[in-house]
């Protein structure tokens, strides 16, 4: 099977530190895989290399298989690898309707005549009020994003980026700050997305949801790759269980 993503012997360093030292996976279509590792493992660094964000010392990044080492961000994003951030940069100002209707300008160069545009208007918003019901926001539409709760400001951003119409989405800690309940929902809203025919690749330190939402997961550790494999590959390897997990008695 081919990968949708693949990351070759990729490296970036900040000066004489080496965040990511020639770490390589792939990602298959259809798939909702993990990237996880203690904090200063390279995880974000990764997401940043694949995203445009940083550019590689070494190494490649192809999508679809086509190499997009190198490209800006915008770029990345038209072809179809859309990501979140673990800080979330809402417009605080603007409901989650107009906050989430900001994704669809990504691959659309003539923003300001859409929006003198109605039935363009009429057709963005319908669109953007299927992605709040299968996010689980149509409640909040109409709700200015600095009167969301802390939570679902991620799942906000998660609904914006959808609009951008991806293939890839990467996720950057979803999970983090929601409740028993909202995570639950979160589970089932990613799930969903994968049903719909985007694949996923999450960054998470929630253990029980990487472990119960991913097909595959890889591990780092101070910028390497550890181990790689099922949930349950993952785990029971030792080396992850020493670097990572810990064990009942730690």
Not at 104 to 119: H, S, V
Not at 181 to 202: K, N, Y
Request: aromatic share 4%; with cysteine.
């Amino acid at each position: 099977m081919n990968a949708l993503l693949e990351v070759r012997d990729v490296q970036v360093n900040f000066g004489g530190v080496r965040a990511v030292d020639g770490v390589s996976f792939d990602v298959h279509a259809g798939a909702i895989a993990g990237l996880i590792g203690p904090n200063g493992s390279g995880k974000t660094s990764t997401f940043n290399l694949i995203t445009g964000f940083y550019s590689p010392s070494a190494g490649v990044v192809n999508f679809a298989g086509e190499a997009i080492t190198g490209r800006a961000p915008h770029e990345i994003a038209r072809r179809g690898v859309v990501r979140t951030f673990q800080n979330v940069a809402l417009q605080p100002d603007r409901t989650v309707l107009e906050n989430v209707m900001l994704g669809l300008y990504c691959n659309r160069p003539g923003l300001w005549r859409d929006l003198f545009d109605g039935r363009r208007a009429r057709q963005d918003e319908h669109r953007v009020a299927e992605i709040l019901e299968l996010c689980g926001l149509a409640g909040l539409r109409d709700v200015l994003s600095r009167n969301v709760p802390i939570g679902l400001r991620h799942t906000t951003e998660l609904a914006r980026a959808l609009a951008a119409n991806p293939k890839l989405l990467l996720l950057d800690e979803p999970w983090a700050g929601l409740n028993g309940a909202e995570s639950a929902v979160l589970i089932d809203t990613v799930r969903r997305i994968r049903d719909s025919g985007i694949t996923v690749l999450v960054v998470e330190h929630n253990m029980k949801v990487i472990m119960e939402i991913c097909d595959r997961i890889t591990v780092l550790d101070a910028g390497r790759k550890i181990a790689e494999g099922s949930p349950a590959e993952v785990r029971a390897d030792p080396a992850v269980i020493s670097s990572y997990l810990g064990t009942a008695g730690h």
